[in-house]
């Protein structure tokens, strides 16, 4: 995967495409990179610093097809966004936000397995069929017995 330094929203210092881990080409001019004030220990650098990473791949950019454009639309709108702020540096938690937004793009791009519905075994309808028959013996052994039953 190839990573660039970002400064400023499309600074993208000569990288032309990403690679996801399937090796899907996103275009650098899809990705846009944000920096904001990230929570959590630092000191004082913590406060100076804009170290929050947030990414943001714009799918129509993209140059998916039809059929693929939808599906990712549909699950994530026309945006995928992701950001980070486990780490200290700026650097590091922009290759971590990007690394989990070109994921989440590659897991979007398998196409589900249609449900093919189960039947139940003929030994389960018979367990289940013992089941009820039990269950109605029990219940009618709590009746009272009737007049006409000596």
Known sequence: MVLAPAATGRDHAGVTDYETPRGVRIPATAVRFSFAR???PGGQHVNTADTKARVAIDLEECGFDEAVLERLTKRFGPVVQTSSEEHRSQGRNRETALA???????????????????????????????????QSKRKADRRRPSVGDD
């Open 100 to 134: 989990r937004a070109l994921t989440l793009i590659d897991r979007a791009l398998d196409v589900p397995k249609p449900r093919r519905p189960s039947r139940p075994t003929a030994a389960a309808k018979e367990r289940r069929l013992d089941a009820k028959a039990h």
């Open 38 to 40: 990230s929570g959590g």
